[in-house]
């Protein structure tokens, strides 16, 4: 068995990702360390990379098509992953998951539809409802025990009158692994109230152990039935920049639907390489995966226990999924501003703002990028007790 270095520090300036070079652009100055857009500061694994560099081995880059070989190769990692037994003709290529969101939107939604999403929530769960002059309805969800759960009365009555369900399946920003338990009566309400479901599950390949992924569709058939899930391995495998998602749809009415928006769109054809990733991360990618998430978990347990020993004020939400952390500074007094102030001036980090994920409610919470080299991480949690606690 290999054994896969993720403590190797890699220099990405200089190559245009949005998470350093974006600097600039994003938080106007570009001496911060880099700790907020979800993506991780780990290379790609070999096997992707060489199978990147084999197709270009061959000199026409011509039309692509997805093949047989690829839908076989993600027709297993739902089986072995979600229990699911796809047919190639429940599964579509979408060119990331964010454009899909926005594509379910304008298929199944008119203008002024209320649509629903969980808040603390990754920002274009709320922005491309907003911008695509649909209702958006926020329900917050609650902190019980150190994690985000769903306040299940509150949630009901944001249901009545939506049309469409935006569900974070794990968690983003809390990184909270949904229980069947929790997702069948997302359901029950749903189907109750005729909201069909996107469940967005790209962080699900991410669980750390010893917790365990449900995917939304398998809990029951009424999940099955109004829910379109999407998947991809871009979190998973770090490759966002090949922009290589799935949809899973079941329902035969709502899949019709949704295929032909996205043939009409000409979305099927994809690129070379997002295919030619995509298929070999799902055939080859277990045991680096495997090794990943335990990484991930010591991660995340050291800045628990690091957070829990130099800044006890800071109510923090360690995942049970992904490498995402949730930070609460509100016990220290500070107003936002002073918050953000000391992280970005005094701590020179670059985190992702509270207030992005759902509102004013979230003011002084900032979200922390975990899915790095413990160097790199030890270095951005020691700035920040330095600018807090001195």
Not at 189 to 196: E, T
Not at 288 to 307: D, G, H, I, S
Not at 355 to 368: P, S
């Amino acid at each position: 068995m290999m054994a896969y270095d993720f403590d190797k520090i890699i220099d990405r300036k200089g190559t245009d990702c949005v998470k350093h070079d974006g600097l600039e652009h994003f938080f106007s100055r570009d001496d911060l360390l880099p700790m907020w857009v979800a993506d991780m500061d780990i290379p790609a694994p070999d096997f992707i990379i060489k199978a990147l560099r084999d197709r270009l081995d061959h000199p026409v880059l011509g039309y692509h098509w997805p093949s047989q070989s690829y839908f076989d190769a993600v027709i297993g990692w739902l089986d072995r992953r979600y229990s699911i037994r796809a047919t190639r003709e429940e599964l579509h290529f979408i060119p990331g998951i964010v454009a899909g969101i926005s594509f379910v939107i304008q298929a199944f939604t008119e203008p002024g539809d209320g649509i629903l999403v969980t808040t603390p929530v990754y920002p274009p769960f709320l922005a491309i409802p907003a911008t695509s002059g649909r209702r958006l309805v926020k329900c917050p969800l609650i902190i019980k025990d150190g994690r985000f759960e769903m306040d299940f009365d509150s949630f009901e009555q944001c249901a009545a009158g939506c049309k469409l369900l935006i569900l974070s399946n794990p968690h983003n920003p809390g990184g909270t692994v949904w229980s069947p338990d929790t997702l069948r009566r997302i359901a029950e309400i749903c189907a109750k109230h005729g909201l069909i479901v996107i469940s967005d599950e790209i962080h699900a390949d991410l669980i750390l152990p010893p917790h365990h992924h449900t995917s939304f569709p398998t809990v029951s058939s009424t999940a099955r039935d109004i829910s379109i899930m999407f998947m991809a391995p871009s979190k998973t495998f770090n490759i966002a920049g090949l922009s290589s998602s799935v949809s899973y749809i079941h329902n035969p009415e709502i899949r019709k639907k949704f295929h032909a928006y996205l043939d009409n769109y000409g979305l099927a054809g994809g690129n070379i390489f997002a295919f030619v990733g995509a298929e070999a991360a799902f055939r080859h990618g277990e045991e680096w995966l495997n090794q990943l998430a335990e990484y991930l978990k010591n991660n995340a347990e050291f800045t628990r226990q690091y957070l829990a020993s130099n800044m006890p004020q800071v109510k923090a939400v360690i995942p049970e999924a992904s490498f995402l952390v949730w930070l609460d500074f509100s016990d220290y007094g500070f107003t936002h501003e002073e918050t953000l102030h000391r992280i970005q001036n005094v701590a020179r980090l670059a985190l992702n703002d509270g207030i992005t994920f759902g509102g004013e409610r979230y003011h002084n919470c900032f979200r922390l990028n975990i899915g790095c080299p413990h160097e790199t991480l030890a270095t951005a949690l020691n700035r920040l007790s330095n600018a807090f606690e001195q």
